[in-house]
């Protein structure tokens, strides 16, 4: 099947509202497809199944559309016949009060109750002038080569598009891999990176704490230096992990309860951090922040990806979400103009079908 087959595949799927997603993993010109047959909506609790798993920020119910049942296809796309063009339209700024009233809420919890670290969150939203559902993928799966994308739709969730540089847990067998990724900065061409301790502390505390979490499940981790790494636009904090899992039976399983959600998208502690978000960011996540990705029960390999980068589309609106880790040494202004630049990366996707 050719990529353009498969994208008349798609928009059929979506006209009948039947659910698939569509997904390529980063630096591959590889495009998987996952069309189910109905419109059942599947769960999981344990993986025990094949398929592609897309889980909540609360990972209360993780949704499921299983390779049983569903018809599967495998393409090659080539990005020079991709629409491309950078789509110049400024993120809105109308709740900039309500995000830095958050932020100040959070450093004032942060410094009197000894939280280390919360990340603070808002949604954007975007009416939109048209939509083009073979558009949006072309955009998405071209712009972001070095990421992991995808497009999602189900009729109870509505469609979600994404391109996050950030890996959950990848699985094969009882090898394992991960990753910390915090702290950010606009890209430039040809200019240093620098950081400064704000970033670095807070690249740390991920780091630690995916380090304590991993030691529950095995004894054998090796970590990587920390380097950039670099995600469209954007510059970031990066330390590897990798592993042999050497305790208990059901290590996806067990090691996704572990992680998720990590301090680089909820805050440590865990609890007391995800207690403050739920009370005061004043939205519910939804799929932001949580997690997705190919899990194959028959060769025990699973590739989960932490859902950033993402924004749903719904009822003629995109709603785009952002946010950042807040630490004692976090700055209002400079959060709300890390979220405005993070919000470029669907910005660039989305842009051709927003009223100018």
């Given amino acids: 099947m050719e990529f353009s087959k498969l994208l008349q595949r798609v928009t059929t799927h979506y006209d009948s509202q039947l659910p698939f997603v569509i997904y390529s993993p980063s ?3 590889e495009v998987l497809g996952v069309f189910q047959k109905d ?34 296809y495998s393409v090659k796309f080539d990005p020079q016949k991709i629409e491309d063009g950078k789509y110049k339209h400024k993120p809105i700024d109308t709740d900039k009060t309500a995000y830095l009233d958050l932020v100040g809420k959070t450093l004032q919890v942060i410094n009197n109750k000894g939280i280390t670290k919360i990340v603070t969150s808002r949604k954007a939203h975007y009416p939109l002038a048209s939509f083009d559902i073979s558009q949006l993928i072309n955009r998405v799966f071209h712009r972001y080569p070095g990421a992991f994308r995808y497009v999602w739709f189900h009729p109870s969730t509505g469609i979600w598009v994404g391109a996050t540089p950030e890996v959950l847990l990848k699985v094969n067998q009882k090898e394992f891999s991960t990753m910390a990724l915090a702290g950010t900065q606009p890209y430039v061409p040809n200019k240093e990176i620098k950081w400064g301790s704000k970033e670095i502390v807070e690249q740390q505390l991920v780091t630690n704490d995916i380090a304590e979490k991993l030691q529950k499940v095995t004894a054998i981790v090796k970590v990587s230096k920390t380097k950039n ?20 039976d059901n290590y996806l399983l067990t090691t996704v309860k572990n992680l998720h959600p990590t301090p680089a998208i909820c805050g440590t502690p865990r609890d007391l951090a995800r207690s403050f978000i739920v009370k005061e960011e004043g939205y519910d996540r939804e799929f932001y922040t ?26 003629g609106n995109a709603y785009l979400y952002v946010g950042g880790g807040i630490t004692s040494d976090s700055i209002p202004r400079k959060e709300w103009e890390e979220t405005q630049h993070k919000m470029q990366t669907m910005l660039q996707v989305i842009g051709p079908m927003l009223s100018h």
């Fill in 290 to 315: 949580g997690y997705l990705g190919p899990v194959d029960v028959t060769t025990n390999s699973a590739q989960l990806f932490v859902n950033l980068r993402c924004m749903k589309i719904a009822n």
């Fill in 27 to 29: 630096d591959s010109d």
């Fill in 229 to 248: 790494h670099r995600a469209g636009s954007l510059v970031h904090l990066r330390t590897d992990f990798t592993g042999i899992f050497t305790k208990g």
């Fill in 39 to 72: 419109d059942t909506l599947h769960t999981t609790k344990d993986f025990s199944q094949s398929g592609f798993v897309f889980a909540p920020f609360s990972q209360e119910t993780i949704l499921m559309i299983p390779y049983r049942g569903s018809d599967r």
